[in-house]
């Protein structure tokens, strides 16, 4: 079954600030309580090892709001996620205090740290995203620091939620990818235990490098830790228009190519933040070719400098993972 990225309708009191998760989501059901859904789910792998020498090992899986609380004004909570990641060192529990900044048509920016616990030790660091016009779409980058166990591992990853009518005080969930890398760049050790990713998942993360970026086309070249998304992308992006802080969304059709196959959808989504500086991008395509009967789910965040355009040094951080057809 393909997994779908999740699409809400703002609920302005907690739920602008608590779908947007950056530990790992994307599926779950209502009322799961934290120490429950502490189990590997039926269905999960253990971990088979990275390869060795690696020094960025993907991670993706899903992660499912277990508590939420409001602060001040409606626009601040604390927020408690059960993670289940294909990397046990990133599953666990993931508490989240954060803060947005709404607008009339309820798209906004929000920020905040977050902290994951397991039984290994803690990640610890900070969290940002965006959210599209009526809450349709929520995206969201975290970055964080390995104590314990894991001191000297850092983490990165991309979230993505929408689901217009979905939303609800526990249950939410947000689908997540992202990588463990080596703070000082060396490999990073295979993780051991079990994967709580789901069952025909295979993590995915590298770069993006912008080839040339017109009116309409934005021209780009993936390099990714699997070959079947390392390519030459193709999107045609169709911008709303801009709010007067210059933020705004955008839709537009997806292409990757490479030797193998080829990788495309009809519709990919994205949001840039005020000042044309924070952007997210977030797509699920068919494959076809040699990658018949796969899904690739694409997450891309990077920083574009105020009048400095994108050009092929702007640093693109691209996460995501393949899906089997049932």
Not at 294 to 323: C, K, Q, R, S
């Amino acid at each position: 079954m393909s997994a779908r990225f999740m699409h809400w309708r703002v609920w302005l009191s907690v739920a602008v600030v608590l779908v947007w998760v950056t530990a790992a989501a994307c599926g779950g059901s209502s009322g799961t309580s934290a120490a429950a859904a502490s189990a590997p789910p039926a269905g999960a792998t253990p971990v088979s090892g990275a390869a060795p020498g690696a020094t960025m090992l993907p991670v993706a899986g899903m992660q499912t709001l277990v508590k939420a609380s409001a602060g001040s004004a409606g626009t601040k909570a604390a927020l408690t996620y059960q993670s289940k990641l294909s990397d046990p060192r990133l599953s666990g529990i993931l508490t989240l205090k954060v803060a947005a900044v709404l607008r009339d048509d309820a798209s906004g920016h929000f920020e905040g740290t977050a902290v994951v616990r397991n039984d290994g030790g803690t990640w610890r660091g900070t969290v940002q995203g965006l959210v599209s016009a009526g809450g349709a779409e929520r995206y969201s980058y975290v970055e964080l620091k390995g104590a314990g166990a894991y001191a000297g591992l850092t983490s990165r990853g991309i979230g993505f939620a929408a689901e217009k009518d979905a939303i609800a005080p526990t249950g939410t969930a947000v689908s997540w990818a992202g990588a463990i890398e080596s703070a000082d760049g060396g490999a990073v050790p295979a993780p051991t235990g079990t994967a709580q990713a789901p069952a025909g998942w295979t993590p995915v993360a590298g770069k993006t490098a912008f080839v040339s970026v017109g009116e309409v086309w934005w021209r780009f070249t993936d390099t990714s830790s699997d070959a079947r998304v390392t390519g030459a992308v193709k999107a045609d992006v169709h911008d709303d228009p801009p709010r007067a802080d210059r933020s705004t969304e955008w839709w537009s059709r997806y292409s990757l190519r490479n030797d193998g196959g080829r990788w495309t959808t009809g519709h990919m989504t994205g949001a840039r933040g005020v000042g044309i500086s924070e952007h997210f991008m977030a797509a699920s395509a068919e494959g076809s070719g040699g990658y018949a009967g796969l899904t690739y789910h694409v997450m891309n965040h990077f920083y574009e400098e105020p009048g400095g355009g994108l050009t092929p040094d702007t640093p693109v951080f691209v996460a995501g993972w393949i899906e089997a057809a049932d």
